[in-house]
């Protein structure tokens, strides 16, 4: 294939989802997912079956995703693979397999900050990037603002100073009882609940865009405590909605705040709770006008290879070809300037 279309194989195994995405060039050909249900009993992820899961489901979909895409192991000019954050074993199937390939092909290994791919979510199939722009980056380990100047030029707005949203969203779905995973179900049941049943208390810190859920939840925690079971029954949607309210509501003030402040006329969600319908919603409504919002594709939001895929166009492009000795890196951050 030629420079411009490069062919990358992306492979994402960082937490529960095993998936497989192609891209020639920018363009998106196939994404494969699988869920892994087994997690599902224990009201979480267990993570030494998530890299089980992985080593059993990584080949059927990379094979399943390269046969959407028409394309044969020859056509691939390289290997797009998540190297962090995540799960250690589970990081480590994606890597293993990656480097396993670009030595039998002699092809590169990408290796790719899973954060960066959510961000750039937002833009699979297009060729440039609308830079500069705020990212409210929302998701099961992270909620930041990010000031994003260009594709690795970022600077950190503000951050939760304890839980994460999606984490608060998991652990109040924990609490009343309606499964797992939380974003998804409360999101569902808050459909037919009244946002303003209650009023949980809306964090703010003078002087910072940082953001805080845990006394949310020990508020949502208590309230569940002082009523009855049979009052909770019958309120469940009208609680839920009422939680879901008071996280989206700071997430969009503080982010339209700090896109006004640094001057941003672009507002970028990314991670699995841009897919949540109230914060979409809100996001749009509240915007001004000259503003400009870029959600994904819901499909894109949760965790997917596409976005791997995509940007491992971006570094093929650069040049920015990993070592073979890469290793996983749980703990991976953004590097951010100032
Ligand atoms: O980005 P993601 O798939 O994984 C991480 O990188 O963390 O995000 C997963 C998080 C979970 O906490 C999940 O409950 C949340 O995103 N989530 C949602 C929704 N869909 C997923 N939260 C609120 N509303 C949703 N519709
Ligand atoms: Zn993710």
Not at 16 to 29: F, S
Not at 32 to 51: K, L, N, R, W
């Amino acid at each position: 294939m030629s420079l411009n279309t490069p062919v990358i194989l992306g492979i994402e195994t960082s937490c529960d989802e095993t998936a497989a995405a192609i891209v020639a060039g920018p363009e998106l050909k196939s994404h494969v997912a699988a869920s892994q249900i087994v997690h599902q009993a224990y009201g979480g992820v267990v993570p030494e079956y998530a890299s089980r899961e992985h080593e059993k489901l990584l080949a059927p979909v990379v094979e399943n995703t390269m046969s959407q895409a028409h394309v044969t192991w020859w056509d691939i000019d390289g290997i797009a693979v998540t190297r962090g954050p995540g799960l250690a074993g589970s990081l480590l199937v994606g890597l293993s397999y990656a480097k396993g390939l670009a030595v039998a092909l002699d092809k590169p290994v990408l290796g790719i900050n899973h954060i960066e791919g959510h961000i750039f979510a937002n833009f699979i199939g297009q060729e440039e990037l609308p830079t500069p722009f705020l990212c409210l980056l929302v998701s099961g380990g992270h909620t930041q603002l990010i000031h994003v100047k260009d594709i690795q030029n970022y600077r950190l707005i503000g951050q939760t100073r304890d839980d994460a949203a999606g984490e608060a969203f998991d652990k109040v779905a924990r609490m009343l009882g309606i499964g797992y995973p939380g974003g998804p179900l409360i999101d569902r049941l808050s459909q037919d609940g009244d946002p303003d049943f209650i009023a949980f208390p809306r964090s703010r810190f003078e002087g910072s865009y940082d953001f805080s859920f845990s006394g949310l939840k020990t508020a949502v925690l208590y309230y569940l405590q002082k009523q009855s079971n049979a009052f909770i029954k019958s309120h469940l949607a009208d609680i839920a909605a009422s939680f879901q309210q008071a996280v989206v509501s700071v997430l969009v003030e503080r982010a339209l705040q700090a896109a006004a402040d640094l001057n941003l006329d672009r507002l970028v969600l990314a991670g699995g709770v841009a897919a949540n319908s109230a914060l979409r919603r809100l996001v749009d409504e509240q915007a001004p006008a000259q503003m400009t919002i870029y959600q994904p594709d819901l499909r894109y939001c949760t965790d997917n290879a596409a976005m791997i895929a995509y940007m491992g166009f971006w570094k093929y492009r650069n040049s920015q070809e990993s070592e073979l000795s890469i290793p996983a890196f749980p703990n991976l951050k953004l590097s951010f300037g100032t």
